[in-house]
């Protein structure tokens, strides 16, 4: 006898077997000698057969009975049936309601017109029913899993820094504030100043998978508050372009090692996955600028602009990752902890790296000295005072280093083709949104 929870997919193996399974009772026909009841769990739907004369009368009428949704256990004997989608049918000799769902549903699970994401975002335990919803988050857990591994292969210890701060780390506009016991203090936006204070603190290459947290104004497709950050810090590197390697090297990585878990376990995802061409395509910004027609501009690119780009790019390399690098020091006028090029203080060493127009990371090298450090915080208008604690990392011997920030979800998003960013979140976090 198989434990519920047993995978309907093993179902095909077990002919002949008595069996119990349990799930939720996708749907009920009636036709006649025979009914049918489909239930769904977590590896997919198992029928169960009824017919009269055979079947116990009760069954039937507690199943008629029933709505849709509710969770059942079943225990019979598992039949071939070449009618049936899984090449099997189970014969029930018993049958147990667990728990019945009310009537009417607010959101069908198999029905086949869509349902507006906000409608599915507020019944979401019952979108995530949907098999194609959940393999979106099978992707993500395996994704996550093989980044992780892919951190550690590379040397990486894994930290958790501080979520809940005195001082932001950069500007204060998309700062959530919170009462810290009558004290003001503010969610993390962003792991920067502890991972580059734990360089300082000689543990040379560390990464961080923690939520970050932003009071994003706009409501866009790729924005949320509350997201998932992806974050390297590594020490000793000068060269912008031997971090642009660690990082394309672990997601490239990631990819491929998900691209073959998924294949194996059957996902609808898994051809979404491409095998990336290695190196990735790296374009200077001023191309891009060029390519806009509007070099020199002084100010980032805009969405379009990232959409035009990000379809000149992929046109011209084949690539749907590839870099923006060597982004201009206007540009970056906030991001106080930019390295400036030395030779060209209007260049810093820092980059992005897109997806098709999207913007998946954020990196370079950053400024490990003490004087031009305080010289970017002062022009960006901040006062290093309210820096002391990170400033001190600098007092006492910091090593050169670089690192990056990589939007968990907006990989996802990418890499599971979701229009909305939203969809790559269990239970998304907006403007508009603070439950479910
Ligand atoms: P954008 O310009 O798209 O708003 P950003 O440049 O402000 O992003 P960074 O500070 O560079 O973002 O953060 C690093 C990464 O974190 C981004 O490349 C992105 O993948 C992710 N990220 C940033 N803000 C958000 C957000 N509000 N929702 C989801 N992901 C985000
Ligand atoms: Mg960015």
Redesign the pocket.
Same mark, same amino acid.
């Given at each position: 006898m198989l434990p519920p929870r047993r995978l309907s997919r093993e179902l095909a193996e077990r002919a002949g077997e008595s069996v119990r399974i349990a799930g939720h009772l996708e749907e009920y026909r009636a036709l006649g000698g025979v009914a049918f009841a489909l239930v769904r769990d977590g590896s997919g739907t198992t029928q169960v057969t009824l017919k009269k004369g055979t079947t116990e009368p009760a069954m039937f009428t507690v199943l008629e009975g029933l709505a849709r949704e509710s969770v059942v256990e079943v225990e019979g004997t598992v039949l071939r049936s070449e009618k049936s989608r899984r090449g099997v049918e189970l014969v029930p000799s018993r049958l147990e309601v667990l728990s019945a769902a009310e009537v009417p549903l607010p959101l069908g699970v198999v029905d086949k017109v869509p349902a507006e994401l906000n409608t599915r975002l507020d019944h979401r335990v019952l979108d995530l029913r949907k098999p194609a919803v959940r393999a979106v988050f099978e992707l993500r857990a395996e994704l996550l899993a093989q980044l992780r591994a892919a951190f550690v292969r590379r040397g990486f210890l894994e930290v958790e820094t501080p979520k809940l701060l005195r001082q932001g780390a950069e500007g204060g506009a998309t700062l959530f504030s919170v009462d810290y016991f009558g004290t003001p203090a503010f969610l993390a936006? #962003?792991p920067q100043l502890y991972k580059q204070m734990l360089i300082g603190a000689g543990l040379e290459r560390v990464f961080e998978i923690a939520p /970050?947290f932003?009071a994003?104004p706009s409501d866009t497709v790729?924005? +949320?508050?509350e997201?998932t #950050?992806l974050d390297a810090e590594v020490g000793y590197v000068t060269d912008p372009d031997e971090i642009r390697g660690l990082l394309e090297g672990i997601v490239a990585d990631a990819v491929d090692a998900s691209r073959e878990a998924l294949t194996a376990s059957g996902s609808p995802l898994a051809g979404g996955l491409p095998k990336l061409p290695r190196p990735f395509p790296r374009i200077p910004f001023a191309t891009a600028e060029g390519w806009l027609g509007r070099p020199g501009a002084g100010r %980032?690119l805009s969405t379009e602009e990232e959409k035009a780009v990000g379809e000149r790019a992929v046109r011209e390399y084949g690539s749907p990752f590839y870099f923006l690098t060597d982004y201009p020091t206007v540009v970056k006028a906030q991001t106080f902890y930019a390295w400036r090029r030395d030779d060209d203080p209007a260049t810093t060493g820092y980059f992005? @790296?897109d997806y098709r127009g999207l913007? +998946? /990371? #954020?990196g370079g090298r950053r400024e490990h000295r003490l004087e031009p450090l305080l010289a970017n915080l002062r022009a960006a208008g901040l006062d290093p005072a309210r820096f002391g604690s990170y400033l001190e990392a600098f007092r006492f011997g910091m090593p050169p280093h670089g690192g990056?920030? @990589?939007?968990l %979800?907006? @990989?996802v998003q990418a890499l599971a083709g979701l229009p909305n +960013?939203r969809e790559s979140r269990l239970f998304p976090r907006d403007r508009y949104r603070l439950e479910p």
């Open positions: 936006q #962003s /970050a932003r994003e790729r924005h +949320i508050t997201f #950050s %980032d992005d @790296l913007e +998946i /990371a #954020s990056w920030g @990589l939007g %979800d907006r @990989l +960013i």
